[in-house]
């Protein structure tokens, strides 16, 4: 079986301004997009889903 890696730019194309937030978006949400599908052409949307996807949505120990 072959593996796909997507880029930043299968993501967010070649927009500098789009590639520039990117590289400032927390770890957490550009791996969850490049996991993905999802592929956006505003900066809107890529703040929107930046943070929605870096929140980290683990439980501490002591809320077990």
């Keep these: 079986m072959e593996?796909?890696?997507?880029?930043?730019?299968?993501?967010?194309?070649?927009?500098?301004?789009?590639?520039s937030y990117w590289d400032k978006m927390p770890p957490r949400a550009r791996l969850r997009l490049l996991e993905s599908d999802i592929s956006v052409s505003t900066l809107g949307e890529l703040q929107k889903l930046g943070e929605e996807l870096g929140r980290d949505t683990t439980v501490p120990p002591e809320m077990r």
Excluded: F, I
């Design 3 to 19: 593996q796909y890696y997507r880029l930043p730019q299968d993501v967010v194309g070649h927009d500098p301004v789009l590639l």
